[in-house]
């Protein structure tokens, strides 16, 4: 059993489209997160939600809008998709905000052309 | 959160100890020390954190200094699933709570290659 699972794991598109990326953790946690992965390899935090509730939100561009429908899901969507969003995007989740470990997916490889 | 500074690389033999070193002389008292993993193409893997006692689990080993400014991650046994980029974070504790404390602030890490 998947504790974090994302979907697609692999995205293709064109520039100017708009896509979203699904996380459902069956962990039971309360918090989640998206991380980005750029070309360098360098991992940052881009949300973090506490039962539902946007806590973190790390300037990120307005074409990104995550979405918790409930505290096991949290979904990505991106707007407009530029070249420079092509990354590796992780989905996380933890127990608390300030929970011991994560647990992060297999991630999202998004690839804008 | 306090940064940290870790070697780029290091290369370790199958079946040896694989010490990592992690440098964080900035670290604050309420501060952990947190060891994260990536193998390739994978996710972040949780290994181990520590306040400033040693700390040891399943996977790993964690070593931390009295004056708690390095630490020194030890996997007792390498094996060639372990090459990895290894993370050391520094990060508030745990129970704290508050806006900040989910986040993992990812450095470069150490490039593990365990080798036959």
């Known amino acids: 059993d998947t504790a974090v699972s994302q979907t697609p794991k692999y995205l293709v598109t064109q520039m100017g489209n708009d896509k979203s990326i699904k996380c459902e953790q069956n962990?039971?946690?309360?918090?989640m997160y998206w991380y980005k992965q750029d070309s360098k390899k360098f991992l940052k935090i881009m949300f973090s939600?506490?039962?539902?509730?946007?806590?973190i939100n790390e300037t990120v561009p307005n074409r990104f809008s995550p979405k918790s429908p409930d505290k096991a899901h949290l979904n990505l969507h991106i707007n407009s998709l530029e070249l420079g969003d092509s990354a590796v995007y992780f989905c996380?989740?933890?127990?608390?905000?300030?929970?011991?470990?994560?647990?992060f997916g297999q991630g999202t490889r998004l690839t804008v052309v | 959160d306090a940064k940290t500074t870790q070697p780029p690389s290091m290369d370790c033999a199958e079946g040896r100890a694989a010490n990592l070193p992690c440098n964080h002389s900035t670290i604050s008292g309420n501060e952990y020390v947190y060891w994260y993993r990536q193998i390739h193409s994978q996710g972040p893997q949780y290994i181990i954190h520590g306040l400033k006692n040693n700390e040891t689990n399943e996977m790993a080993s964690l070593i931390i200094t009295e004056d708690r400014k390095s630490s020194t991650l030890i996997l007792p046994h390498a094996t060639l699933r372990d090459t990895a980029v290894y993370y050391c974070i520094v990060r508030s504790s745990p129970n704290a709570g508050g806006t900040s404390y989910g986040k993992l602030t990812f450095g470069q890490g150490t490039i593990l290659t365990v080798h036959p």
């Open positions: 962990l039971g946690h309360d918090t």
């Open positions: 939600y506490n039962n539902k509730e946007l806590i």
């Open positions: 996380a989740s933890s127990q608390g905000q300030g929970g011991r470990e994560a647990f």
